[in-house]
């Protein structure tokens, strides 16, 4: 690829998802502004060019990334700028930024919900950021870190409602093992991308509770048509197929893969552990913790039936124990 006609990138984030899409970038050749605020994996990436934190074991060419911790510097020059941090921090990342973004392409890799705004992040850009929503895109489907770092085959979809800006984004990450396809749904997508990590959650629980693979498949078949029910009545949008990629797809690797951290932390509450040692457990943010709570207010506000949903937030935020809970859900679950 000829680098001098590339799109300049940026970068925010630096845990799995944020690595791996920097070993996307460089490996299609493309040069990353890299805005890392960790002192620690800063110097790994420098002198070793490994994040010493996140897949370690991730090479990155350093002839194609720059790592810095001023935002400003990250982004001011680059075309497509990839917000790949969790949604809990995001916040923090961009206060110090005063270079507008208005002009950029700015694409969510986030896959989760401002906590306390219950805005996705495409929402929360649009409104904070002026950012115009034909410049708004979002990367989303299966597509564990770990996978897409080593560099194995994944299937990812582009959202946005300009067509020309969700191809520039496809034109830069696609690859051979990179697949992308496009898509207009962008408030779609996005909430399917939150909506599966609750469901991991429950997923995770059953699991933890040692229920079995029959009873596992009833459970996701709920949470499948649970999510579509919310999104087509939240969402409206002619011709959605809910069994692609980016939502069927993306829900059934987060509920049965054991790389999904909002599976972990199920597991752990169905083992017996509380939701505080649950969360001080993990070392990776899981979304479906915050998600939880925004999908229930909000489904609530439309008088949609969640009892799956409602479960996870149960456990979560209102002290019912993870076996008492799912035994509930086990009287009304067809």
């Known amino acids: 690829m000829n680098t001098e006609s590339s799109p300049r990138c940026a970068v925010l984030g630096y845990g799995s998802w944020a690595t791996a899409i920097v070993k996307t970038l460089t490996f299609n050749r493309h040069h990353v502004n890299w805005l890392v605020l960790n002192d620690d994996i800063h110097e790994s990436l420098t002198t070793r060019c490994r994040n010493s934190k996140y897949l370690p074991w991730c090479y990155i060419d350093s002839d194609y990334f720059t790592v810095s911790a001023d935002i400003n510097e990250v982004v001011r020059d680059a075309e497509i700028v990839i917000l790949a941090m969790p949604s809990a921090f ?135 048509a649970e999510m579509k029910r919310f999104i087509d009545e939240a969402i409206k949008m002619d011709n959605r197929d809910i069994n692609s990629a980016a939502y069927m797809g993306d829900l059934l690797v987060t509920c049965y893969s054991p790389l ?55 456990v979560l935020y209102n002290n019912v124990s993870a076996r008492e809970a799912m035994n509930n859900l086990i009287q009304i679950l067809k």
Request: include cysteine.
């Open 90 to 224: 995001m916040k923090k990342f961009l206060d110090p930024l005063t270079v507008s973004l208005k002009d950029k392409i700015v694409v969510s890799a986030v896959k989760g919900i401002i906590p306390g705004d219950y805005l996705t992040i495409v929402e929360h850009m649009n409104k904070y950021y002026d950012v115009p929503m034909e410049k708004l895109a979002v990367v989303t489907g299966p597509s564990h870190a770990e996978e897409v770092g080593q560099l194995q085959l994944s299937y990812l979809t582009v959202a946005s409602e300009s067509m020309e800006s969700a191809e520039k984004v496809r034109h830069t990450l696609a690859n051979e093992y990179f697949r992308c396809s496009l898509s207009t749904d962008v408030l779609g997508v996005e909430a399917a991308a939150i909506m599966k990590n609750i469901y991991a959650v429950a997923v995770g629980i059953a699991v933890g509770l040692r229920y079995g693979d029959n009873f596992l498949a009833v459970l996701i078949a709920g949470c499948a």
């Open 260 to 314: 999904s951290r909002n599976r972990r932390l199920g597991t752990l509450m169905g083992k017996g552990c509380s939701v505080k040692s649950a969360l001080n457990e993990m070392t990776m943010v899981a979304e479906g913790y915050y998600a939880a709570e925004c999908i229930r207010l909000s489904s609530m506000r439309r008088n949609i039936e969640m009892p799956i949903a409602d479960m996870v937030w149960s």
